[in-house]
């Protein structure tokens, strides 16, 4: 969180999960989370070095190793994070898989896999978090989307079809949501430099082909989008539900 986003302090005794949040995007929105205030769940599909380090940065009141493409695992993070902090305010769906074929070329598991994690698990967190947050009378979803939504990458099919679907099941939840103090929305990364990305942007013909789709100059930070998602998760959005925010320097015009 920067100083300029005045948000410090406004989620003291807020409960949160940030899926797939050992590293980039998923681990500076936890470390938002926790310096506003809020209890932490890390998630990460395995208890490595890294995933011990993101714990102790961002504060985590508990870390949760779980494989969300696994057969049970979703139910296996929901009973720890529920047993941990008794509930859940603030759940970010940031976990996701990206697979990258020529548009003719995607196996069945591929489709499979990208579909499973990206909108499956997904929707089984909702399923399982956002109807007792209906139930308190408050309540805070944040899915990760892509600038893909609209943006397409032509070797990138079902990865930007899932991103768009989730896109759609979350306008499509804030609405039977939105008259019991729960909020759905949609933070739709640009091109941010993560590891995710490290490799391909080390191609400096791409890179700068990339660079010149963003009218803001620059590559967006893990950071860029942390300080939105503390926005969308404050008491400051409480009349913000259904929308998707591009956090992208205006790639998307
Ligand atoms: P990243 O740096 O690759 O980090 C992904 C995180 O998810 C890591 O903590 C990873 O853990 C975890 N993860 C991977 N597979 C998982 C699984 N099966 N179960 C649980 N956790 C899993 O990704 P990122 O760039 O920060 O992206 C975060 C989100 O932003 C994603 O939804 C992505 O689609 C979206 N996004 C990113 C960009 C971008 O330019 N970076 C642009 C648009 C949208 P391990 O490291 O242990 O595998």
Same mark, same amino acid.
């Given at each position: 969180m920067t100083e300029a986003s005045g948000l410090h302090g406004r989620l003291d005794g807020r409960r949160a999960l940030v899926t797939g949040s050992s590293q980039g995007i998923g681990l500076a929105i936890a470390k938002a989370l926790s310096n506003g205030g809020a209890s932490v769940c890390i998630n990460a599909p395995a208890p490595d070095a890294a995933f011990d380090l993101a714990c102790r940065e961002a504060g985590a009141a508990i870390g949760i190793a779980a494989d969300l493409t696994g057969p049970d695992e979703v139910e296996r993070l929901v009973a720890a994070v529920t047993k941990a902090l008794g509930g859940l305010d603030i759940?970010?769906?940031?976990? !996701?898989?990206? /697979?990258?074929?020529?548009?003719?070329g995607f196996d069945r598991m591929s489709i499979y896999r990208q579909l499973e994690i990206n909108l499956a698990a997904n929707y089984r967190l909702i399923q399982a978090f956002v109807p007792a947050m209906a139930e308190r009378g408050f309540g805070r979803l944040i899915a990760i989307g892509s600038i893909q939504q609209v943006r397409e990458h032509p070797e990138m099919l079902f990865? !930007?079809?899932?991103?768009?679907?989730? /896109?759609?099941?979350?306008?499509?939840?804030? +609405?039977?949501? !939105?008259? +019991?103090?729960v909020t759905c929305n949609i933070l739709a990364p640009g091109a941010i430099a993560t590891a995710r990305n490290r490799e391909a942007l080390a191609d400096a013909i791409y890179r700068d082909a990339v660079l010149a789709r963003i009218p803001a100059g620059r590559f967006?930070?893990?950071e860029d989008c942390a300080d939105v998602a503390l926005?969308?998760?404050?008491?400051?959005?409480r009349y913000v539900t259904g929308t998707t925010l591009f956090v992208d320097g205006g790639m998307h015009l």
């Open positions: 759940l970010i769906l940031n976990a !996701a898989l990206q /697979e990258k074929q020529p548009w003719s990865y !930007a079809a899932s991103k768009a679907a989730l /896109e759609s099941m979350v306008r499509n939840i804030a +609405r039977q949501v !939105a008259g +019991r103090g967006g930070t893990p926005f969308l998760a404050s008491d400051a959005a």
